[in-house]
């Protein structure tokens, strides 16, 4: 079964570092998405992306993350400057159209 | 707005009790679609099921039964005969129809822990 990937499993960055999280979508998938999970919490909504374009972002998605996909395979998360409060379970889903595949998740420590 | 309701936080049964978590959803929206993940302790969000706003009939699969009733704008789950390893977090969510952004709207969970 296809599956989406990500990449590192878990991170450990220093406060003020830059972080970039990989994800490979499912291949014919046109949908991507960028959750958070901060430790017990809910999980929320970053960013989604369509046909190479962000379709819509939270109002966590300020100007301290992007997404990219760099060589039209590889989908990733840049976080810039990292904070503490960034420490957090980031998952990414593609999607068909209706259904979604998460990725197990990069969990994210910033210390 | 669209808006997911896990009243529950956390729920404590003893083994081979039936249990029912609740999920009362928001929307404007005549066609959405609600979903139900369980995240085990390893931190994984895995699906559970998708149920579309058209298709009201109950859903059982094994041990797991869901109640989708739009009159009261809810997606209940089941667990009978709960086993330890149904110990995990749920979460219900919900999916819009329309444009280029079929985002999640997730609950806040219901923490569930089977003791054996």
């Known amino acids: 079964e296809p599956e989406v990937t990500q990449t590192p499993s878990h991170q450990v960055t220093q406060m003020g570092q830059e972080v970039i999280l990989r994800c490979v979508p499912i291949s014919n998938h046109l949908y991507f998405y960028w959750y958070r999970q901060i430790l017990g919490q809910k999980v929320e909504f970053l960013v989604s992306?369509?046909?190479?374009?962000?379709?819509?972002k939270s109002e966590i998605f300020d100007d301290q993350f992007s997404v990219e996909r760099p060589d039209g395979s590889n989908f990733t998360l840049k976080i810039r400057s990292t904070k503490l409060e960034d420490s957090a379970m980031y998952f990414c889903?593609?999607?068909?159209?209706?259904?979604?595949?998460f990725g197990s998740g990069t969990r994210l420590t910033v210390v | 707005a669209q808006k997911v309701t896990q009243a529950q936080t956390e729920i404590s049964v003893v083994e081979k009790e039936d249990v029912t978590l609740d999920c009362v959803y928001e929307?404007?929206?005549?066609?959405?679609?609600l979903f139900w993940y369980k995240q085990p302790p390893s931190g994984e969000l895995v699906f559970l099921i998708r149920?579309?706003?058209?298709d009201e009939q109950n859903e059982i699969s094994g041990r797991y039964s869901w109640n989708f009733q739009k009159s009261t704008s809810s997606f209940n789950f089941t667990i009978t005969a709960s086993q330890v390893v149904d110990s995990a977090v749920y979460f219900c969510a919900l999916s819009e129809e329309g444009g280029n952004n079929r985002k999640l709207i997730w609950g806040l969970g219901t923490s569930l822990a089977v003791n054996p």
């Open positions: 889903a593609s999607s068909e159209r209706i259904g979604y595949t």
């Open positions: 929307t404007r929206d005549t066609t959405y679609y």
């Open positions: 992306f369509y046909n190479n374009e962000i379709s819509e």
């Open positions: 149920r579309n706003s058209f």
